[in-house]
């Protein structure tokens, strides 16, 4: 896991992690981390693989909980969605979709003309009223 930083703060790490499945059902049980994503603490979740393949981790720490959801959309294409409650009411929510690239893979020609200049200018309503 890694992401950027403006400051010169060092943000790599390690961590253990251990799935282990439940011996009556197989598709959930308990999910261990050495260090938690939310607090750098030891954690203790639950995991559960879905009908479609999805894995579901669900994480309880002392200040938030977390539910994450990860899949493949295709063999190149991973979804990843993430609720996170924090105890108070603040909650966030996260999706993401990451493609592998070969490495044969040639650079896209990307067109940069504003999309506005290519179509012809239409009203939109929403149900919400934007």
């Not at 197989?26 to 999910?31: A, D, I, Q, S, Y």
């Not at 996170?84 to 896209?108: D, Q, W, Y």
Request: a negative charge; hydrophobic letters at 35%; charged letters at 25%.
């Amino acid at each position: 896991m890694q992401w950027d930083r403006e400051d010169d703060e060092n943000h790599a790490g390690s961590t253990v992690f251990a799935i282990v499945p439940d011996a009556d059902d197989p598709t959930k049980g308990k999910m261990l981390r050495e260090r938690g994503y939310a607090e750098i603490v030891p954690v203790a979740g639950q995991f559960e693989m879905d009908t479609e393949g999805g894995l579901t981790l669900i994480t309880e720490y002392e200040t938030m909980s977390s539910i994450e959801r990860f899949w493949f959309a295709s063999p190149d294409v991973r979804m990843r969605t993430s609720t996170v409650k924090r105890f108070g009411g603040f909650s966030t929510a996260t999706f993401c979709t990451e493609n592998r690239l070969s490495a044969k893979a040639e650079p896209l020609e990307v067109d940069t003309a504003p999309i506005a200049s290519k179509t012809p200018s239409a009203k939109f309503y929403s149900v919400f009223g934007w």
